[in-house]
């Protein structure tokens, strides 16, 4: 008898005989990516199904020019807290842990919690603040409780239109993020007019997702389904989206590998602006960055990013550049694609 696993993968190689030219999907999320590399879920696929990966690692996204701003402030006796994958990501030409050595004070935290906590002994603390609508409620909970925030958070569905928008790219259908639906709700991706299929976080979810997609491809379907319902509702968290309204309004932002896209930042509204890193220091951070250059690199994640590259592609993947020794974002981070692909081998 066949086991559920086996009869997924058969319902998928039977849908792709359905379909006589090559298809493109793109997950959007680092869970997914790891499950995807975990379980070998792109060796399964039949030949003319191509799973790619997207920009769903928010570490890995995020600007030199954030990093560089963050590394000014704190080299200017800015005390600043953000997660330990922050460390290591690349400015234009150190990292934060490079400004660490030369004397910076910055601490590893897990939460904004323990920011505020350390906003009692350092109360000019700014949190460098990252991450999509997952992680942008919890900072706007901790800037209404004082926290000041540099923020480099995101909002995720302006990258997909801004993917789909892009020329060099032809993407199928998306698997859409599972923990950023979660907050957003479904409804938000209806404004795209591509295949989309909202998924869970285990292999099963995203096998039967790339079954769901491949069903819209075969009826020329453009529409959202949600595999994760027992999570994702249709509205989504009204709590979460109601207090990243109240502190946060939308504006551009830079993405690393996308460039700038139209209202996909989260910036502090002025109401808080005693709470927002780039009022309080405005005048700084215009200093810092009048003396910022970006240097050319060798590192391919602006391609990664988009889906363009795989890893094992890059010249300098597992020879120069390692998780002990990132050159770029995407190896840094655990959702990083070099850094998945390095931890679980060769994937086509
Ligand atoms: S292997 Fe390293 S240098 Fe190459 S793209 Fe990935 S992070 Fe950048």
């Known amino acids: 008898m066949k086991t559920r696993y086996e009869k997924i993968i058969a319902d998928i190689r039977e849908k792709s005989r359905l379909i006589s030219h090559p298809v493109t999907f793109m997950e959007l999320c680092g ?12 060796n399964i696929l ?44 690349p400015g234009s030409s150190a990292n934060l842990e490079k400004a660490r050595t030369k004397g910076a004070d910055i601490t590893i935290v897990y939460d904004v919690t323990e920011a505020l906590e350390l906003k009692r002994q ?13 992680t942008a409620p919890m900072s706007a909970w901790a800037i209404k409780k004082g926290l000041t925030l540099y923020s480099a958070h995101k909002r995720f569905f302006p990258a997909m239109e801004a993917l789909i928008k892009n020329k060099k790219l032809k993407i199928d259908g998306f698997i859409d993020p599972g923990h950023v639906s979660a907050i957003t709700g479904t409804g ?33 379907e453009r529409k959202v389904q949600n595999e994760y319902d027992r ?11 109601r207090i990243i309204k109240e502190v946060f309004e939308t504006a551009d932002a830079s993405w690393r590998g996308l460039g700038k896209i139209k209202c996909s930042g989260l910036k502090i509204r002025k ?24 240097k050319p690199t060798a590192c ?3 391609e990664i990013l988009q889906g363009l590259r795989e890893p094992q592609s890059c010249p300098l993947f597992s020879k120069t550049c390692s998780p002990e020794s990132p050159h770029g974002p995407c190896m840094v981070s655990i959702e990083g694609t070099c850094n998945i692909s390095y931890k679980y081998g060769k994937i086509r």
């Open 122 to 134: 350092k109360p000019n603390l700014v949190f460098f603040g990252i991450g999509f609508e997952t």
């Open 231 to 241: 999570i994702v509702q249709k509205k989504g968290n009204a709590k979460a989206q």
């Open 271 to 294: 109401k808080y602006k005693d709470q927002d890193a780039e009022y309080v220091y405005r005048t700084l951070l215009k200093k810092i960055r009048r003396k910022m250059t970006i």
């Open 46 to 89: 039949p030949e003319n199904i191509r799973l790619v990966t997207g920009p769903g690692c928010p570490v890995c996204v995020t600007d030199q020019r954030d990093i560089d701003s963050a590394i000014g402030l704190a080299l200017q006796g800015i005390p600043l807290a953000t997660y330990g994958d922050m460390l290591k990501i």
């Open 188 to 220: 938000i991706y209806e404004k795209l007019s591509v295949p989309q299929v909202i998924a869970g976080f285990e292999a099963m979810d995203v096998l039967k997702s790339i079954s769901m997609l491949l069903d819209q491809i075969i009826r020329h």
């Open 300 to 302: 391919k994640c602006d």
């Open 31 to 42: 869970t997914h990516s790891q499950t995807v590399a975990q379980y070998g879920i792109k």
